[in-house]
């Protein structure tokens, strides 16, 4: 293990900037979407409080984008060790790139979460079949996070593109099973609770 640097001088300014904007635009969506849907939830609890803990699904949904950014800042600052492994201009702008997707990527689901969410429970109050619409529309956009988690992941850099391909083919597959899954599970228990 060498003491010495290794590697571009500047590289490593990319990689932990993609780190932050990993975490921070992950958390700005975090942090939009739940005060978004937290205020439809305060709104819609003073006419029919019971709704309240049934209705905080898309607060939670939200607060899950942090940890998306969360994970993808830890794995690129930990890949960023210029004195043990050489670290190039390009393995900083992969981790930018990652960053930037995964942080962009939680962003815009949380704007859609807030959106859905406030809009969602407000209506859930008025009328109950809109409970499982609401909760799939949310699936749907916080699948859009887990899309910038996914493809620019930085253990991808050093992947061919086959490789990211037949990984993403895979990942979508079982994201459309498992989506398709919840919706057969919120219908029956709908249909068992006779909502």
């Not at 571009?8 to 921070?24: H, N, S």
């Not at 992969?94 to 969602?120: F, K, N, P, T």
């Not at 956009?141 to 391909?165: K, V």
Request: proline share 3%; with cysteine.
């Amino acid at each position: 293990m060498s003491s010495t640097f290794s590697g571009d001088e500047t590289a490593p300014f990319f990689g932990f900037l993609g780190a932050a904007a990993a975490l921070v635009f992950s958390c700005m969506g975090a942090a939009y979407g739940t005060a978004k849907s937290g205020v439809g939830v305060a709104s819609m609890g003073v006419m029919r409080p019971e709704l309240v803990m049934k209705s905080i699904v898309p607060v939670v949904m939200a607060g899950v984008l942090g940890i998306y950014g969360l994970i993808i800042a830890v794995i690129i600052s930990t890949g960023i060790n210029p004195k043990a492994k050489s670290y190039y201009l390009f393995d900083g702008y992969a981790h930018l790139s990652s960053g930037l997707a995964c942080g962009l990527a939680g962003l815009s689901a949380g704007m859609a979460i807030g959106i859905v969410g406030d809009a969602g429970v407000r209506a859930n109050a008025q009328q109950p079949k809109l409970f499982v619409g609401m909760i799939l529309i949310l699936i749907f956009a916080e699948a859009l996070a887990l899309y910038g988690l996914m493809w620019h992941h930085p253990f991808f850099s050093s992947w061919s593109i086959q490789s990211r391909l037949e990984w993403n083919a895979l990942a979508l597959n079982k994201r459309i099973y498992s989506s398709y899954y919840v919706v057969v599970r919120v219908a029956v228990f709908s249909k068992i609770l006779g909502r």
